[in-house]
């Protein structure tokens, strides 16, 4: 049985967040082992389902541009739960040793581009990307790195390229904070991969944007081997869609951007912005 489906950013999010959770090695991450999060919209919407805690959201990029959170907040960037309970982990860790990580252990992460060859990269608009390079090291400790990021971060171009000419340095004028590219080195789990996960035999993207609340969106073609399978999994995506989603995931205080009024807590290690000194001139 075959079922088209169009899915809004938003709803893709959640597909891609249900599909994790049923992966056997993350279930046996969180019964377990340990499985890290590190902060976004996609992994908070994960963090919540998990363990209800939402995740501050750091950088991000709305209509002005890229940019941080306006203030300080007490809920956590990045979040490990130690056999399903989390863990506080206070700014100083990334860099002391103490953390431990084993086979089994698991890590979830967000991405700002996915190339055409399914590699992936988060920007960075602080100094080396903060703690995001404790991320990229995860493998050598044998953790398996799930990347959380929907068909809108694809884009037609080389990892490669894009890396050799986005810097904290490159832009005469930026809007928001001047960034760089990590590469983030995992699995990648789009839309379409989640259908597979959650039972479709295949599923192909066909078409991708939308409008009237679908801009950034995708269609799907899934197929399944049953056709009880193929009706449940399309009402389930039918449910899905007649959802409104009324905020961007992550936690509340968090998604005030430093670009909304003031320069936030990272503000000083930004390069580049051009609204630093025109706050009078910022778009509302």
């Not at 959201?57 to 709305?62: F, L, M, P, V």
């Not at 960034?179 to 597979?196: D, F, K, Q, S, T």
């Not at 969106?217 to 009402?235: I, K, M, V, Y």
Request: charged share 20%; with cysteine; net charge positive.
């Amino acid at each position: 049985m075959k079922v088209q489906i169009s899915l809004t950013v938003e709803a893709g999010k959640r597909l891609i967040v249900k599909a994790i959770l049923s992966l056997p090695a993350v279930r046996r991450a969180l019964a377990e082992g340990q499985l890290l999060l590190k902060g976004g919209t996609t992994v908070s919407l994960l963090s919540e389902a998990a363990c209800g805690v939402p995740l501050k959201i750091c950088g991000r990029i709305d209509r002005r541009g890229a940019g941080s959170c306006a203030g300080s907040c007490a809920a956590p960037h990045s979040l490990l739960l130690r056999r399903g309970v989390p863990v506080p982990l206070d700014v100083g860790i990334w860099s002391s040793g103490k953390l431990k990580f084993s086979p089994g252990d698991v890590c979830v992460i967000g991405a700002n581009l996915v190339d055409r060859h399914g590699r992936a990269a988060m920007l960075a608009g602080s100094p080396f990307g903060g703690a995001l390079h404790f991320f990229t090291a995860l493998p050598a400790e044998g953790v398996e790195t799930i990347v959380a990021a929907g068909f809108e971060k694809y884009a037609p171009c080389s990892l490669d390229d894009a890396m050799a000419v986005a810097s904290r340095a490159a832009p005469d004028l930026s809007m928001g904070m001047a960034a760089g590219l990590i590469p983030i080195p995992g699995r990648v789990i789009n839309e379409a991969e989640a259908c597979r996960i959650l039972g479709a035999a295949e599923a192909q993207i066909v078409a991708r944007g939308g409008i009237q609340g679908a801009e950034g969106g995708c269609t799907l073609l899934a197929s399944f081997d049953e056709r009880p399978q193929g009706e449940a999994f399309f009402n389930e995506i039918l449910a899905l869609a007649g959802t409104v989603f009324q905020k961007s995931a992550g936690d509340a205080k968090s998604l005030k951007s430093c670009l909304d009024n003031a320069c936030g807590p990272a503000g000083a290690e930004h390069r580049g912005c051009w609204y630093r000194s025109r706050r009078g001139e910022l778009p509302v």
